[in-house]
C-alpha cells in the first residue's frame, strides 16, 4: 500500500551540533528554523530530531527528565511550535526521537521512585533486593559504566535498580499498567499537538525476560575483570514485547497518520517482519544493525546478502529501512569509502547504493556533503559514554592508553557529532561562541557552501538522487532484483516498477574492473537504454572506476529495440 512514510527521505537532526543562534556553543532550535530552506533545498521532506526534552544530558539527551518540556539550552517550547509550524508551511513533516526504555535518574518518577517500597512511583522502575550481599543477577550494563554492573544499589531503601545503560538512566517498568497509560498520553500529547511520528529508541527492549536470569555467556572483557556480562540479548525481543507494541497501536498509533520506526538492536529480517508486518499492526519499520552498526566491516557480497534478505520484509507486506550512518556510528564515507582520494566518488556511490535500494532513506547530517570521521588526539577531546566508559575499563584492565584510544576510534559515536560544517569560517560556521565539542579540522575543505558552488559535489548529487526519487515511484514502490550476487567487489540490481526497470551498477571498492562480459553487451547492444545518473563525468561501457555508480532506465517497450 502506498505510505507518505514509504515515500519520504528523512534527515535527521542531531540538534546540538547543528546549528548555533545564540553563540553558547550549543546548536539550537532557532537554528534549525534558520536552516529549514537549506533541508528543503536538500529534497528531504521530513526531519527527525535527536532528543531536545529536558535532559541532564549523560548520554546526549537520551537521558529525559521531562518528556514535555524542551530543554532550555535548545529553545522554548513556543520555539518548538514555531518549529514545528515552519516544517508543516513548507510542505515537511517532523518525528521525534522517542525513549521509553529508560529516563533520566533526575526525572520525577524516578526521584519519587526511589523515596520509599511503596510510593506510588516505585513500580515505574525495577527495583530487587540483592542476592547474597551482590548485584541482583551478573548483567553488565552497555556503556561499560562504573565496574561495569547493569545494577545500582540505592541506600535509601535498600535494594537496587536496573540500568541497562547508565546508572544515571534507570530501566522503566513496562509490566505497570500505570507507567503505560503515562506514556501513552505523553505521546498522544505530542501527536495531538501536530508532530508526525516517533523513532523509537531501544524499542525491543522494552520487555524484560521473566524472573531477570543470570546472562549464560562469560564475563565481557574488559568488563570481565569484575564479572558482568554485557550481553544485549538479554533484553531484546523478549516474549510479550509485540503483545505490547500491538497495544501502543491501538492506544496510540493508529488515532494518527503518523509513522513510527522502532531501533532495534539483536534483530535480523526473519525477526524483524513480526515488528512491521502491516496487518500485526505494530510499527512500520525498524533501524537494523547489520550493516552500519556492524562491528565487523561489511563487504560487498555481505552486503547484497543482507539487502536480499531485508527485500523479503518487504514481499512480506512490511517496510525497511535504508540509512549507512546515524549519530551512534561512524561516519559513513570514512567506514565504507575512501575518505581521502576518493572522497566524492566514495560518498556519491554510497548515496546512490542507499537511495535506490528499497525502503525508506535516512540521511544523517553532514552525511549529504560528505563529512568525515574525526580524529582527536587523545581521550579528553572524545564526550560519548561508551567511547569514554570503554576507554576507562580497558586502561584499568591494564590495557596501554594509546592502544584503547586507537582501538576505540574508528567506531566513536563522538564522530559523527562533530558541529555541521556550514562555511570556512571559524568553528565551520555553526557558532560565534566556543563549541561545545570540536569542530573537525577539515572544516575549510568540506562545508555546505563551498558545496553549493560546486557543480560537481557531492551535496549536488544528493540533490539529484531526491528529485529522481520524488519523481519515480520505481524508487519508492520498485521490485528488486540482484545480478552477479556472489561478484566480489560490484553491487548490481534492476528495480522495476510498472513499464520502467532501472539497472543499477555500483563498484563498492576503489580499484578498477572489467564490465562483466554480459553487463557490457547488454549496455551496447540496446541502444534505448538510457543512463539517467553516474558519478563520474565520463562513462564508458567497459571499465567501472573506483566507486564508480550508474543508474540506467530501460523502458520496458523499448527492450527489443
Ligand atoms: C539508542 C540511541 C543511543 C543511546 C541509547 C540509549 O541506542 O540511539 O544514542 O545512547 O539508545 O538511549
Ligand atoms: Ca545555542
Not at 561499560?144 to 531503601?157: F, P
Not at 524472573?211 to 565481557?220: Q, R, Y
Not at 552525511?367 to 569514554?388: D, H, L, Q, R
Not at 560556521?429 to 557552501?449: D, L, Q, R, S
Request: glycine content about 6%.
Amino acid at each position: 500500500m502506498k505510505q507518505w512514510w514509504k515515500e519520504a527521505i528523512i534527515y535527521q537532526i542531531y540538534t546540538k551540533s547543528f546549528n548555533d543562534t545564540n553563540g553558547d556553543g550549543i546548536g539550537d532550535l532557532r537554528g534549525i528554523i534558520e536552516k529549514l530552506d537549506y533541508i528543503k533545498s536538500l529534497g528531504a521532506d521530513v526531519i527527525w530530531l535527536n532528543p531536545i526534552y529536558c535532559s541532564p544530558d549523560v548520554d546526549n539527551g537520551y537521558d529525559i527528565s521531562d518528556y514535555q518540556n524542551i530543554d532550555p539550552r535548545y529553545g522554548t517550547m513556543d520555539e518548538f511550535k514555531e518549529l514545528l509550524n515552519e516544517i508543516h508551511q513548507r510542505g515537511m513533516r517532523l518525528i521525534m526521537d522517542m525513549v521509553l526504555n529508560h529516563t533520566s535518574d533526575e526525572h520525577l518518577w524516578f526521584q519519587e521512585s526511589k523515596k520509599s517500597k511503596n510510593n506510588p512511583y516505585r513500580n515505574y522502575y525495577i527495583w530487587r533486593p540483592g542476592k547474597d550481599g551482590k548485584e541482583p543477577n551478573n548483567w553488565g550494563n552497555y556503556f561499560y559504566e562504573g565496574k561495569g554492573s547493569a545494577w545500582e544499589y540505592d541506600n535509601t531503601t535498600g535494594e537496587y535498580y536496573l540500568h541497562n545503560y547508565s546508572k544515571k538512566m534507570p530501566d522503566l517498568n513496562w509490566d505497570n499498567p500505570e507507567l503505560k497509560n503515562s506514556m501513552c498520553n505523553m505521546m498522544r500529547w505530542w501527536l495531538d499537538m501536530g508532530v508526525d511520528g516517533f523513532r523509537m529508541d531501544a524499542i525491543n527492549r522494552l520487555v524484560k525476560p521473566k524472573g531477570l536470569p543470570d546472562s549464560p555467556n562469560p564475563p565481557t572483557p574488559p568488563v570481565g575483570v569484575y564479572g558482568y556480562v554485557v550481553d544485549r540479548t538479554m533484553c531484546a525481543n523478549q516474549p510479550g514485547i509485540h503483545e505490547l507494541l500491538h497495544e501502543l497501536n491501538q492506544r496510540v498509533f493508529q488515532h494518527y497518520n503518523m509513522m513510527v520506526v522502532g531501533e532495534t538492536g539483536n534483530v535480523d529480517s526473519a525477526i524483524a517482519i513480526d515488528y512491521v508486518k502491516e496487518e500485526r499492526q505494530e510499527i512500520n519499520m525498524v533501524f537494523h544493525f547489520e550493516i552500519a552498526k556492524n562491528p565487523i566491516l561489511v563487504d560487498a557480497v555481505k552486503f547484497k546478502e543482507i539487502q536480499r534478505r531485508w527485500w523479503h520484509v518487504v514481499e512480506e507486506h512490511g517496510w525497511i529501512t535504508q540509512y549507512l550512518s546515524n549519530h551512534d556510528t561512524p561516519r559513513q564515507v570514512s567506514r565504507f569509502g575512501n575518505d581521502t582520494e576518493y572522497l566524492y566518488e566514495s560518498a556519491t556511490m554510497l548515496a546512490t547504493l542507499m537511495h535506490t535500494h528499497p525502503g525508506t532513506v535516512y540521511i544523517y547530517q553532514g552525511e549529504e556533503i560528505g563529512m568525515t570521521n574525526v580524529n582527536f588526539p587523545s581521550i579528553e577531546y572524545y564526550n560519548e559514554k561508551y567511547t569514554v566508559g570503554k576507554y576507562e575499563t580497558m586502561v584499568e584492565s591494564g590495557i596501554e592508553p594509546m592502544q584503547a584510544l586507537n582501538s576505540l576510534k574508528m567506531m566513536s559515536r563522538d564522530n559523527v557529532r562533530t558541529p555541521m560544517q556550514w562555511n570556512n569560517k571559524v568553528h565551520g560556521g555553526f557558532t560565534t561562541g566556543t563549541p561545545w565539542m570540536h569542530v573537525n579540522p577539515n572544516y575549510k575543505e568540506i562545508n555546505v557552501e563551498k558545496e553549493e558552488q560546486t557543480q560537481h559535489s557531492v551535496l549536488n548529487y544528493y540533490k539529484i538522487l531526491t528529485s529522481l526519487r520524488k519523481k519515480n515511484p520505481i524508487m519508492v514502490y520498485g521490485s528488486y532484483h540482484q545480478l552477479y550476487e556472489s561478484d566480489p567487489e560490484l553491487i548490481v540490481y534492476e528495480r522495476t516498477y510498472e513499464e520502467v526497470t532501472w539497472l543499477v551498477i555500483c563498484n563498492f571498492y576503489g580499484n578498477k574492473h572489467k564490465m562483466p562480459d554480459k553487463l557490457e553487451k547488454r549496455l551496447r547492444e540496446n541502444s534505448k537504454i538510457r543512463l539517467l545518473l553516474s558519478n563520474y563525468y565520463s562513462n564508458d561501457k567497459s571499465t567501472i572506476k573506483p566507486y564508480e555508480a550508474c543508474i540506467y532506465e530501460i523502458k520496458i517497450g523499448d527492450m527489443k529495440g
